[in-house]
C-alpha cells in the first residue's frame, strides 16, 4: 500500500510561483511512475505531468516550460514547480502513483492517489 500527501497549495495571482510536494510512504519510487493531475471545477482530472524513474518525463502542453516536476529519493517525495502560474491553472492538483514504470497519461491507468491540494491563481 501507497500513501500520497500532498502539501504547498495556496492562493497566489497570476505571474507567481509555487512548489507543490508530494510525499509518499508504504513503498519506494522505484518501480512506480509518478504523476501530477489537476481538476477544475466541472472539469475532468487532466494530467500535468509524468516522470518514472527511468528519467522518462511528459508534460502537458498548457504547462510546458512553466512547470517541473523533481523528485528526491533520499525523501520518497517529488515535487512540482510551478511558475509564471495563470487563472486557468487554478484547480485541485493531484499527485498519483502508478505500479508500472510504463508512463501514462492517463488517470484511471493509476492505482494510488493523494487528497490534492487546491491551487488558486487570481487575475
Known amino acids: 500500500q501507497v500513501q500520497l500527501v500532498e502539501s504547498g497549495g495556496g492562493l497566489v495571482q497570476a505571474g507567481d510561483s509555487l512548489r507543490l510536494s508530494c510525499a509518499a510512504s508504504g513503498r519506494t519510487f522505484s518501480s512506480y511512475t509518478m504523476g501530477w493531475f489537476r481538476q477544475a471545477p466541472g472539469k475532468e482530472r487532466e494530467f500535468v505531468v509524468i516522470?518514472?524513474?527511468?528519467?522518462?518525463?511528459s508534460y502537458a502542453d498548457s504547462v510546458k516550460g512553466r512547470f517541473t516536476i523533481s523528485g528526491d529519493n533520499t525523501k520518497n517525495t517529488i515535487y512540482l514547480q510551478m511558475n509564471t502560474l495563470k487563472p486557468e491553472d487554478t484547480a485541485v492538483y493531484y499527485c498519483?502513483?502508478?505500479?508500472?514504470?510504463?508512463?501514462?497519461?492517463?488517470?484511471?491507468?493509476?492505482?494510488?492517489w493523494g487528497q490534492g491540494t487546491q491551487v488558486t491563481v487570481s487575475s
Open positions: 498519483a502513483a502508478r505500479v508500472s514504470r510504463v508512463p501514462s497519461r492517463t488517470p484511471s491507468d493509476y492505482d494510488y
Open positions: 516522470v518514472n524513474w527511468s528519467g522518462y518525463t
